[in-house]
């Protein structure tokens, strides 16, 4: 531990907060390299006037593994650590989190991090200010073929961009979950670096998580882009077979977000405060051991949450991979929760790369303000508090360096000139 | 221009229930179509039927096949939500209460929409209230369900006969003043604990 660390373990007791605080560097005493030590203890919030302004707070989530770090901060009772309690929500559709969001039905919610940026910006809908508190996962989804494809020979990426080029445009239909969210870009970015069109060479529709296995066994589509534990589980019905992961897309991408409305966080600071920090503490628990992955796994597979097996969820979760054509591997990138915060913190860059693909694709007629937007979204100010109060560490930079599959390199700079750049777009 | 017909399109997993608002809605003079949300291609039908109205569960899943028409298809209805500044509008107010969401083509006014969500709206909170009834009837069921297990494991922990787990269940609820449903709930979680 360093020096740091015990400056913020003092300032933390100094608060009254008398919890153990766990390391938070990687256990090789060495941090990663884009994770600096903590940032000075001295943002700190006045003792006595950080009460949570709201103590019972309802959590929007979808049924999927990567819900995880809401369900499990309830579960574990990292929220009464923070003087709140989360109450899960399970919702249908992502149509309903928005709705009930911007109603205040629902105070905050696990929500895919490309919706949030559409309803700040009104794309197909409502317009309303947003926020996001933090990155909940990074990877674990995936693009699937259904079976009737490998009959006819078609097994990647380039054997189905001969198949798609050898029939009428729109033969082909594909399926994900929202058209602002997440799904729809990892699915266009990947049929588009395949050379395939995925506004005019095929037809794309959405099809809840739930039902996506079903649609595709009678044939609704030929592919769907779905979070796990639904491409697991078309392997295990023997209905499709998996042709990408999201991490192959894009390496350690980020998924869903703790998302709410600029106005909740305006009139509960507190709350969103002590809200993330529980949500990091039960993020750092759940990727602290595969004992506790599995643990997570049980309990998001039963009725109230998932509503699965928990075989199906908790191999691609350990990062056991099939890919139900008869390969399997250990993925070095499955889905993570943490990974000494890197998951975790709301990286500007991140929220500029969906407003870029929404640019690309045509959601957005024109250009936003990417950085002004990004800042005024993603609450880093909250983040940074609930990560010094939850003891975890905070990057050095607000954007990341990434390489996707086509090589192309995302740095957060120059997003209209990106959003412009790619050969296949709108 | 807006036929002057409004085409309206019902989508519900209720077969019944999407029967009765069509049926509302036919009498009041509108053109209306009805689709079972477990259509395998709700996509295609709602592009082939070109609606003018769609009216559907607010809690179904496939109201983000909507949303994705809607933004992606200009010519597709897109949803009707409360804004701060509708929030007085009580037609809107009462089809969320009753979780009715309705999804509109642009242009379309106010005034016609209105008649339209009320029906809807009845019918929902006619269904809503025989669904409460069956939720009370489940409940019961599930209660005993989870007396039995409590009961099941009394008697091969503690060794009692039925009768006496029984007795000793009801007399553990007694103690702390809970329903006997909550208690034997403890007993089958702290059974999954510790067993």
Known sequence: MDSRDFSLADDIA???????????????????????????????????????????????????TDCASVVMAAVNGFDRQYGVKIVPSREASWASVRDKLVSGELDAAHVLYGLIYGLELGIGGPKKDMAVLMTLNNNGQGISLASQLRERGVTDGPGLKKLVAASPQGTYTFAQTFPTGTHAMWLYY????????????????????????ANC??????????????????IADHVSFSVASSQDIWADHPEKVLGTTADWVAKHPNTARALTA???????????????????????????????????????????????????????????????????????????????????WG???????????????????????????????????????SQLMDGIVWDGREPKKYAAGFKIRA | MLPAILKILVIDELRSRAGEICAGLALAGHQVVAVLAGSSDLS??????????????????????????????????????????????????????????????????????????????????????????????????????????????????????EDAAYAALRRLAMDRSQPLAATAKDVVDMARLLL
């Open chain 1, 14 to 64: 100094s608060h009254g907060r008398r919890k153990v605080l766990r390391h938070s560097i990687a256990p090789g005493g060495k941090a990663p390299s884009h994770i600096s030590g903590l940032a000075p203890a001295g943002g700190a919030w006045v003792a006595g006037s950080d009460a949570p302004e709201k103590k019972e707070l309802r959590i929007g989530f979808i049924p999927l």
């Open chain 1, 190 to 213: 990947w049929l588009a670096a395949n050379g395939i069109d995925p506004l005019r060479d095929v037809r794309s529709i959405v099809v809840p998580p739930p039902q996506m296995i």
């Open chain 1, 217 to 234: 066994r009678v044939g609704a589509m030929h592919g769907f882009c779905v979070g796990e534990p639904w491409n697991q589980r078309g």
């Open chain 1, 278 to 360: 529980a949500v990091l503490e039960a993020s750092r628990w759940i990727d602290a051991s595969p004992g506790n992955k599995q643990k997570t796994a049980e309990s998001i597979a039963e009725q109230a949450f998932v509503n699965t097996d928990t075989e199906v969820i908790v191999g691609r979760m350990l990062g056991r991979y099939q890919d139900g054509l008869g390969k399997s591997w250990e993925d070095s990138k499955p889905m993570r929760f943490f990974n000494d915060g890197a998951v975790n913190f709301p990286y500007l860059s991140d929220a500029m790369w969906f407003l870029t693909q929404h640019k690309r």
């Open chain 1, 363 to 401: 959601l957005l007629k024109t250009d936003p303000d990417y950085l002004a937007v990004a800042r005024k979204v993603n609450r880093i100010d909250i983040y940074r508090q609930a990560a010094e109060a939850a003891g975890v560490a905070l990057p050095e930079s607000d954007m990341r360096t």
């Open chain 2, 44 to 161: 295609g039908e709602v592009s082939r039927i070109r609606p003018d109205i769609i009216l559907i569960d607010t809690e179904a899943p496939s109201r983000d096949t909507l949303e994705h028409l809607a933004i992606m298809e200009r010519d597709m209805p897109r949803p009707v939500l409360i804004f701060a500044r509708e929030s007085d509008n009580e037609t809107i107010r009462s089809a969320i209460r009753a979780g009715v969401a309705a999804y509109v083509v642009d242009g379309l006014e106010p005034g016609r929409l209105k008649p339209v969500i009320e029906v809807a709206v009845a019918r929902f909170e006619a269904h809503q209230a025989l669904k409460l009834e069956l939720l009370e009837a489940t409940k019961k069921l599930s209660d005993r369900k989870l007396i039995d297990r409590a009961k099941g494991i009394l008697m091969k922990s503690r060794d009692l006969d």
